[in-house]
């Protein structure tokens, strides 16, 4: 890495090893055996690239997982589902190039390059590791990079999983922006000049007051792990250590954006350069604020040509893999699954029934009752299977 890479302000409250010892706190909860090391993938990107990896149960015969995380977060993100995910097969997760423990290099302003560097990053990383096939998992701004990836190198891709997926639909005409409490409005407009560069630089900006800011703002982060840790900071104190680095990761982000929270080149536009080879999972979460209709559009344009199932993870929101841990680990067990037995090269299972509970979903925003009836219908692994009807042949 270069030089001014390296360099880390005195004003912030970063700490290496401080980083690590929060990162063995939440890995600590993990009952499986894994091992985690730095992959050195060379002069991808910098000078000398390595990526932070965690791997779990490498003696397995079945298809591995590979598991991206989403912005600003890290390896650490997935510890309340790495024990149930790795009970049949290897499990491998990441600390993309430029967050968590990971390098963090200069990468490329134009958001074209840059998506192509960090797709290659994972590619060179793939080789290091020694994988051919796997299942890839993607959440949020890993599920873009996970599909660019797919569309890029489809005879790796066993099977492409999206999470609330980021940065597949385009802003709408009449997008209003939601309200926000007056104490993040002030924040906002007392670093404006610094936000707008970088979406955490207000973290940075605020140095020792950074951890607490940090607290304060993703309180919401921290609840969702309450039932695995004693010390509440322990997440919050982990997401301030991954992001008062160099913004490396954060910077590249930044050249993807179009405005505030949408891509400049969304996914939607791309949906025909997706293989008809590689089987498609995608999860949202009822509470999300990412819109599913890009998925449901997907679904359209691939037809009866290859697989593609949908899954709306009731009671989630964005964090689906922490709001409701045991429903979406059910879920990725649920594809792994499909892909151990081949069916989903065999044949599509039908998404309609999940759309029109989609459309019932939007409708109980109004009527309790009708939310409790989707809440309580259920679709389990023999269902799955028997809905494949159609044999389809692949090559």
């Known amino acids: 890495m270069s030089d001014d890479c390296q360099r880390r302000g005195w004003w912030t409250k970063y700490s290496e090893t401080k980083l690590i010892e929060v990162e063995n706190s939440i890995l600590s909860v993990i009952k499986s055996k894994f091992r985690t090391w730095f992959v050195s993938i060379g002069s991808t990107v910098g000078k000398d690239d390595k990526i932070w990896t965690i791997a779990l149960n490498e003696e397995s015969d079945n298809t591995p997982i590979v598991m991206l995380h989403g912005f600003a977060a890290g390896i650490g993100f997935w510890c309340k589902n790495f024990d149930e995910i790795a009970r049949d097969r290897s499990v491998y997760a990441i600390d993309l190039l430029g967050f968590g423990r990971s390098s963090r290099p200069v990468f490329s302003k134009n958001h074209e390059t840059c998506e192509q560097q960090w797709v290659s990053t994972i590619e060179e990383w793939r080789k290091k590791v020694n994988l051919e096939k796997f299942i890839l998992l993607g959440h949020s701004f890993g599920g873009y990079l996970a599909t660019s990836y797919a569309i890029s190198y489809p ?6 999983i999206l999470a609330d997926p980021w940065g597949f639909g385009e802003r709408p005409e009449n ?11 002030l924040l906002f407009y007392l670093f404006y000049p610094l936000v707008y560069f970088n979406p955490l630089a207000s973290v940075r900006a605020a140095g020792p007051l950074g951890p607490a800011l940090v607290h304060r703002m993703r309180r919401d982060i921290a609840r969702r792990y309450e039932d695995q840790f004693e010390n509440s900071h322990v997440i919050t104190e982990y997401i301030y250590q991954c992001n008062s680095q160099y913004p490396s990761g954060e910077t590249a982000f930044h050249s993807f954006l179009k405005d505030v929270g949408w891509a400049k080149n969304p996914m939607i536009h791309r949906f025909d350069l997706l293989h008809e080879d590689v089987p498609i999972t995608i999860m949202y979460g009822e509470d999300s604020w990412i819109d599913p209709q890009p998925g449901l559009i997907l679904h359209e344009t691939r037809g009866h040509k290859s697989y593609i199932n949908i899954d709306i993870i009731a009671s989630a929101g964005h964090h ?32 309609e029934e999940l759309l029109n509970k989609h459309k019932r979903l939007q409708a109980c925003v109004k009527d309790e009752s009708a939310c409790k009836e989707v809440r309580e219908e259920e679709v389990d692994e023999s269902a799955i299977v028997n809905k494949v009807e159609h044999e389809v042949t692949f090559h």
Do not use: W
């Open 155 to 160: 005879e790796r891709v066993r099977h492409l």
């Open 175 to 185: 997008y209003k922006s939601p309200s926000v409490p007056l104490y993040y409005k």
């Open 320 to 351: 689906i893999y922490s709001d409701q841990p045991d429903m979406f680990n059910k879920f990725v067990q649920d594809a792994c699954t499909l892909v151990d037995n081949s069916l989903d090269k065999k044949g599509m299972i039908k998404t």
